[in-house]
């Protein structure tokens, strides 16, 4: 896309930086903090420089960023009213969501590195620093594959990591059709597959199953030979594993989750008005003698936190997420958020945690499906004014 003022395309580059930083850095830092202390920098800094700029505030006027921007301020409301003791640093958690998706808008306006490479490169580093994480906890450490996997840097939750590398392994099978050949496509295929071996040994099924949901969506949306043959093979995969290796599947049971998800429910009824905000709420499994901090939904903890309201909210930003993903299937990056947030609604089903924290695993499953709908409305706003200015110039040379 074409900047219009000459320091906006050093702005995108300096905000491709900070997208960069938001998706591989984990990796390598040592601590959140410094994690975070780069994202100031690198990623909210230039998008917040970005506003002053006229061309850029009306990239924002889209449905997503309203209905984010309504979601903002009912949260600050509730947050307001229930008032705990560390109100100030609550209050600021839905501002550092808003500068990430500036941020990452800003940087899919640099000319050079189009999103979709900029997310190929993420999958890239992903695919290595999966593969590292696998030699060093089993062969290094000395674990045997009866263990779930650990990555390395600050994506150490065993669950929280699966979301993020399921991710950006969908991010990077979908967008791998790019490449049509030579090294970068011989690359991504092998990232491809050492995520895929990264996310088969974290033994998270939740994950697994919103894998599969995300590829038959995929097929549906945008049906090709490779793909229905892919979607056969993986069918059959997954039924001979559940012939021969059922305890596979069936290891750990339900992990209680219809008693987390019926507890929760009666947790939203009590606080359907308001919620609780940020305040802490807890979920008793009697089996274990074990309370829980959320029902590991993320749809039900976004009611019970903030009410029917912003649940409600919630939904319709989510809705028009999807819509929007439908919407442009027939291009790349449509096609790859579409996987992208169908393995997020349905991996959210059993393991999310919440919506508003500082920058984590589960931002790639939350908040990157939200920015990268406002990338492609940026993108349909783009391309409509360019068919208008090509409309015009037709009718001018007719008169």
Not at 61 to 83: A, C, D, N, R
Not at 140 to 157: E, Q, S
Not at 367 to 390: C, H, M, N, Q, Y
Request: charge should be positive; aromatic fraction near 14%.
């Amino acid at each position: 896309m074409r900047a219009i003022y000459p320091r906006f395309d050093l702005l995108a580059t300096w905000a491709l930086l900070g997208l960069f930083t938001l998706l591989c850095a984990p990796w390598m830092m040592p601590t959140n903090k410094l994690y975070h202390q780069f994202l100031i920098v690198l990623l909210w800094l230039p998008g917040l420089l970005a506003l002053k700029h006229v061309e850029f505030r009306k990239y924002l006027l889209k449905p997503e960023f309203v209905l984010f921007i309504l979601m903002g301020v009912w949260t600050l409301i509730v947050t307001f009213i229930h008032s705990g003791t560390d109100l100030l640093s609550s209050l600021k958690l839905p501002f550092y969501v808003l500068l990430s998706l500036l941020g990452v808008v800003l940087a899919a306006q640099q000319r050079k590195y189009s999103i979709e490479s900029q997310l190929c490169a993420a999958a890239l580093v992903a695919g290595l620093f999966a593969v590292l994480s696998v030699a060093k906890f089993y062969y290094l450490a000395g674990n045997d594959l009866g263990h779930r996997v650990i990555a390395l840097g600050l994506w150490d939750t065993v669950i929280m990591a699966a979301h993020a590398v399921g991710a950006l392994l969908v991010l990077g099978v979908l967008l791998s059709v790019r490449y049509r050949s030579g090294w970068p496509r011989f690359l991504i295929f092998l990232a491809i597959g050492a995520m895929g071996l990264f996310v088969l040994l974290s033994q998270t099924r939740g994950v697994w199953i919103a894998l599969v949901a995300a590829f038959i969506v995929v097929v549906l949306a945008r049906p090709t030979r490779l793909g229905v043959f892919t979607l056969c093979l993986g069918g059959l995969g997954i039924a001979v594993v559940a012939l021969f290796f059922p305890e596979f599947l069936a290891q750990r049971g339900l992990s209680y989750r219809p008693e987390l998800f019926q507890k929760g429910l009666a947790v939203f009824t009590e606080n359907w008005r308001l919620g609780v905000g940020f305040r802490e709420y807890g979920i008793t499994v009697d089996a274990l003698g074990r309370t829980f901090k959320h029902p590991h939904n993320l749809y039900l903890d976004t009611g019970i936190r903030w009410g029917a309201v912003g649940l409600a909210l919630f939904f319709m930003l989510w809705v028009c997420v999807g819509w929007r993903a439908w919407h442009n299937r027939r291009v790349d990056l449509g096609l790859a958020l579409l996987g992208l947030w169908t393995f997020s609604s349905v991996s959210l089903l059993t393991d999310g945690i919440g919506l508003w924290f500082k920058p984590n695993a589960d931002w790639l499953v939350t908040w990157l499906p939200v920015a990268i709908g406002l990338v492609l409305a940026v993108k349909e706003r783009a391309s409509e004014a360019i068919a208008a200015e090509s409309v015009k110039a037709g009718l001018d040379d007719v008169r």
